[in-house]
């Protein structure tokens, strides 16, 4: 039985759906769940145990033996992976590109999907992901679907990474977004797509902010 208000946050990679999701629910006095930290802590684990990405069989067999949960701690969403804290190891570009791989195998999914709906059936939530429109909320009260052109994407996480003294290639940066888009969107399980009756949100010319208002209207 779903008894908590739900706000579904789709979109590809970059979109600002972390950055949004996580003043909404500051704004609405509700959980912020990231989806998408659940998949890097599994894509972590399977990175530990050296698996292949393309090793789909391994991987399903694998994540069996993860232990993934999550918890807040100073309204902090904490991943803890066979206890340990991980969120400190999940930005990285090579657990994102694991990720990416890792969250197209079924096995993967169902299990992460249902720590999902448990958390939202009992919770006030704003959850983001891929599929959580389509997927993990199809009852979700509000549903966004939220984008931006991936020259965009690809500016915000280059300065994103200029500003921690990170060393960036801009072209390269948009190149692997194109082809995260790409595999998120045409995976064969759950792919990346706006649910019928979600809302289209274009970030690429607007503030945060002022998507964050927007989004605060749905509810309203
Ligand atoms: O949003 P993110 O970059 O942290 O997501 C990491 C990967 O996990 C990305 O390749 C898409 C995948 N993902 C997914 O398949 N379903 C979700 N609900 C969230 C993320």
Redesign the pocket.
């Known amino acids: 039985m779903k008894t908590g208000y739900n706000i579904a946050i789709d979109g590809p990679?970059g979109a600002g759906?972390s950055t949004i999701a996580k003043k909404i629910a500051t704004k609405m006095g509700y959980i912020y769940v990231d989806?998408?930290?659940m998949?890097?802590a599994m894509a972590l684990y399977l990175l530990r145990k050296r698996i292949n990405p393309a090793d789909t069989e391994q991987i399903a067999g694998m994540c069996q033996n993860a232990d993934i949960s999550i918890e807040y701690k100073d309204g902090e969403q904490v991943v803890l992976l066979d206890g340990e804290n991980v969120n400190a190891y999940l930005r990285t570009e090579e657990v994102?590109n694991m990720?990416?791989y890792s969250?197209a195998v079924p096995a993967v999914r169902s299990k992460l999907v249902e720590l999902q709906q448990k958390l939202a059936a009992k919770e006030d939530v704003v959850m983001d992901?891929?599929?959580?429109g389509t997927v993990?909320l199809p009852d979700a009260d509000v549903k966004v679907y939220l984008t931006a052109s991936a020259a965009t994407r690809a500016r915000r996480r280059f300065l994103e990474l200029q500003e921690k003294g990170e060393a960036a290639d801009i072209e390269k940066i948009e190149q692997d977004i194109i082809d995260?888009d790409y595999r998120?969107m045409h995976r064969e399980h759950?792919p990346l797509r706006q649910a019928e009756d979600a809302v289209l949100v274009d970030s690429s010319d607007l503030t945060i902010e002022e998507v964050v208002e927007r989004i605060a209207d749905l509810c309203r």
């Open positions: 990679a759906k989806t998408g930290a998949y890097r994102g990720a990416s969250s992901g891929r599929d959580i993990v995260r998120d759950s």
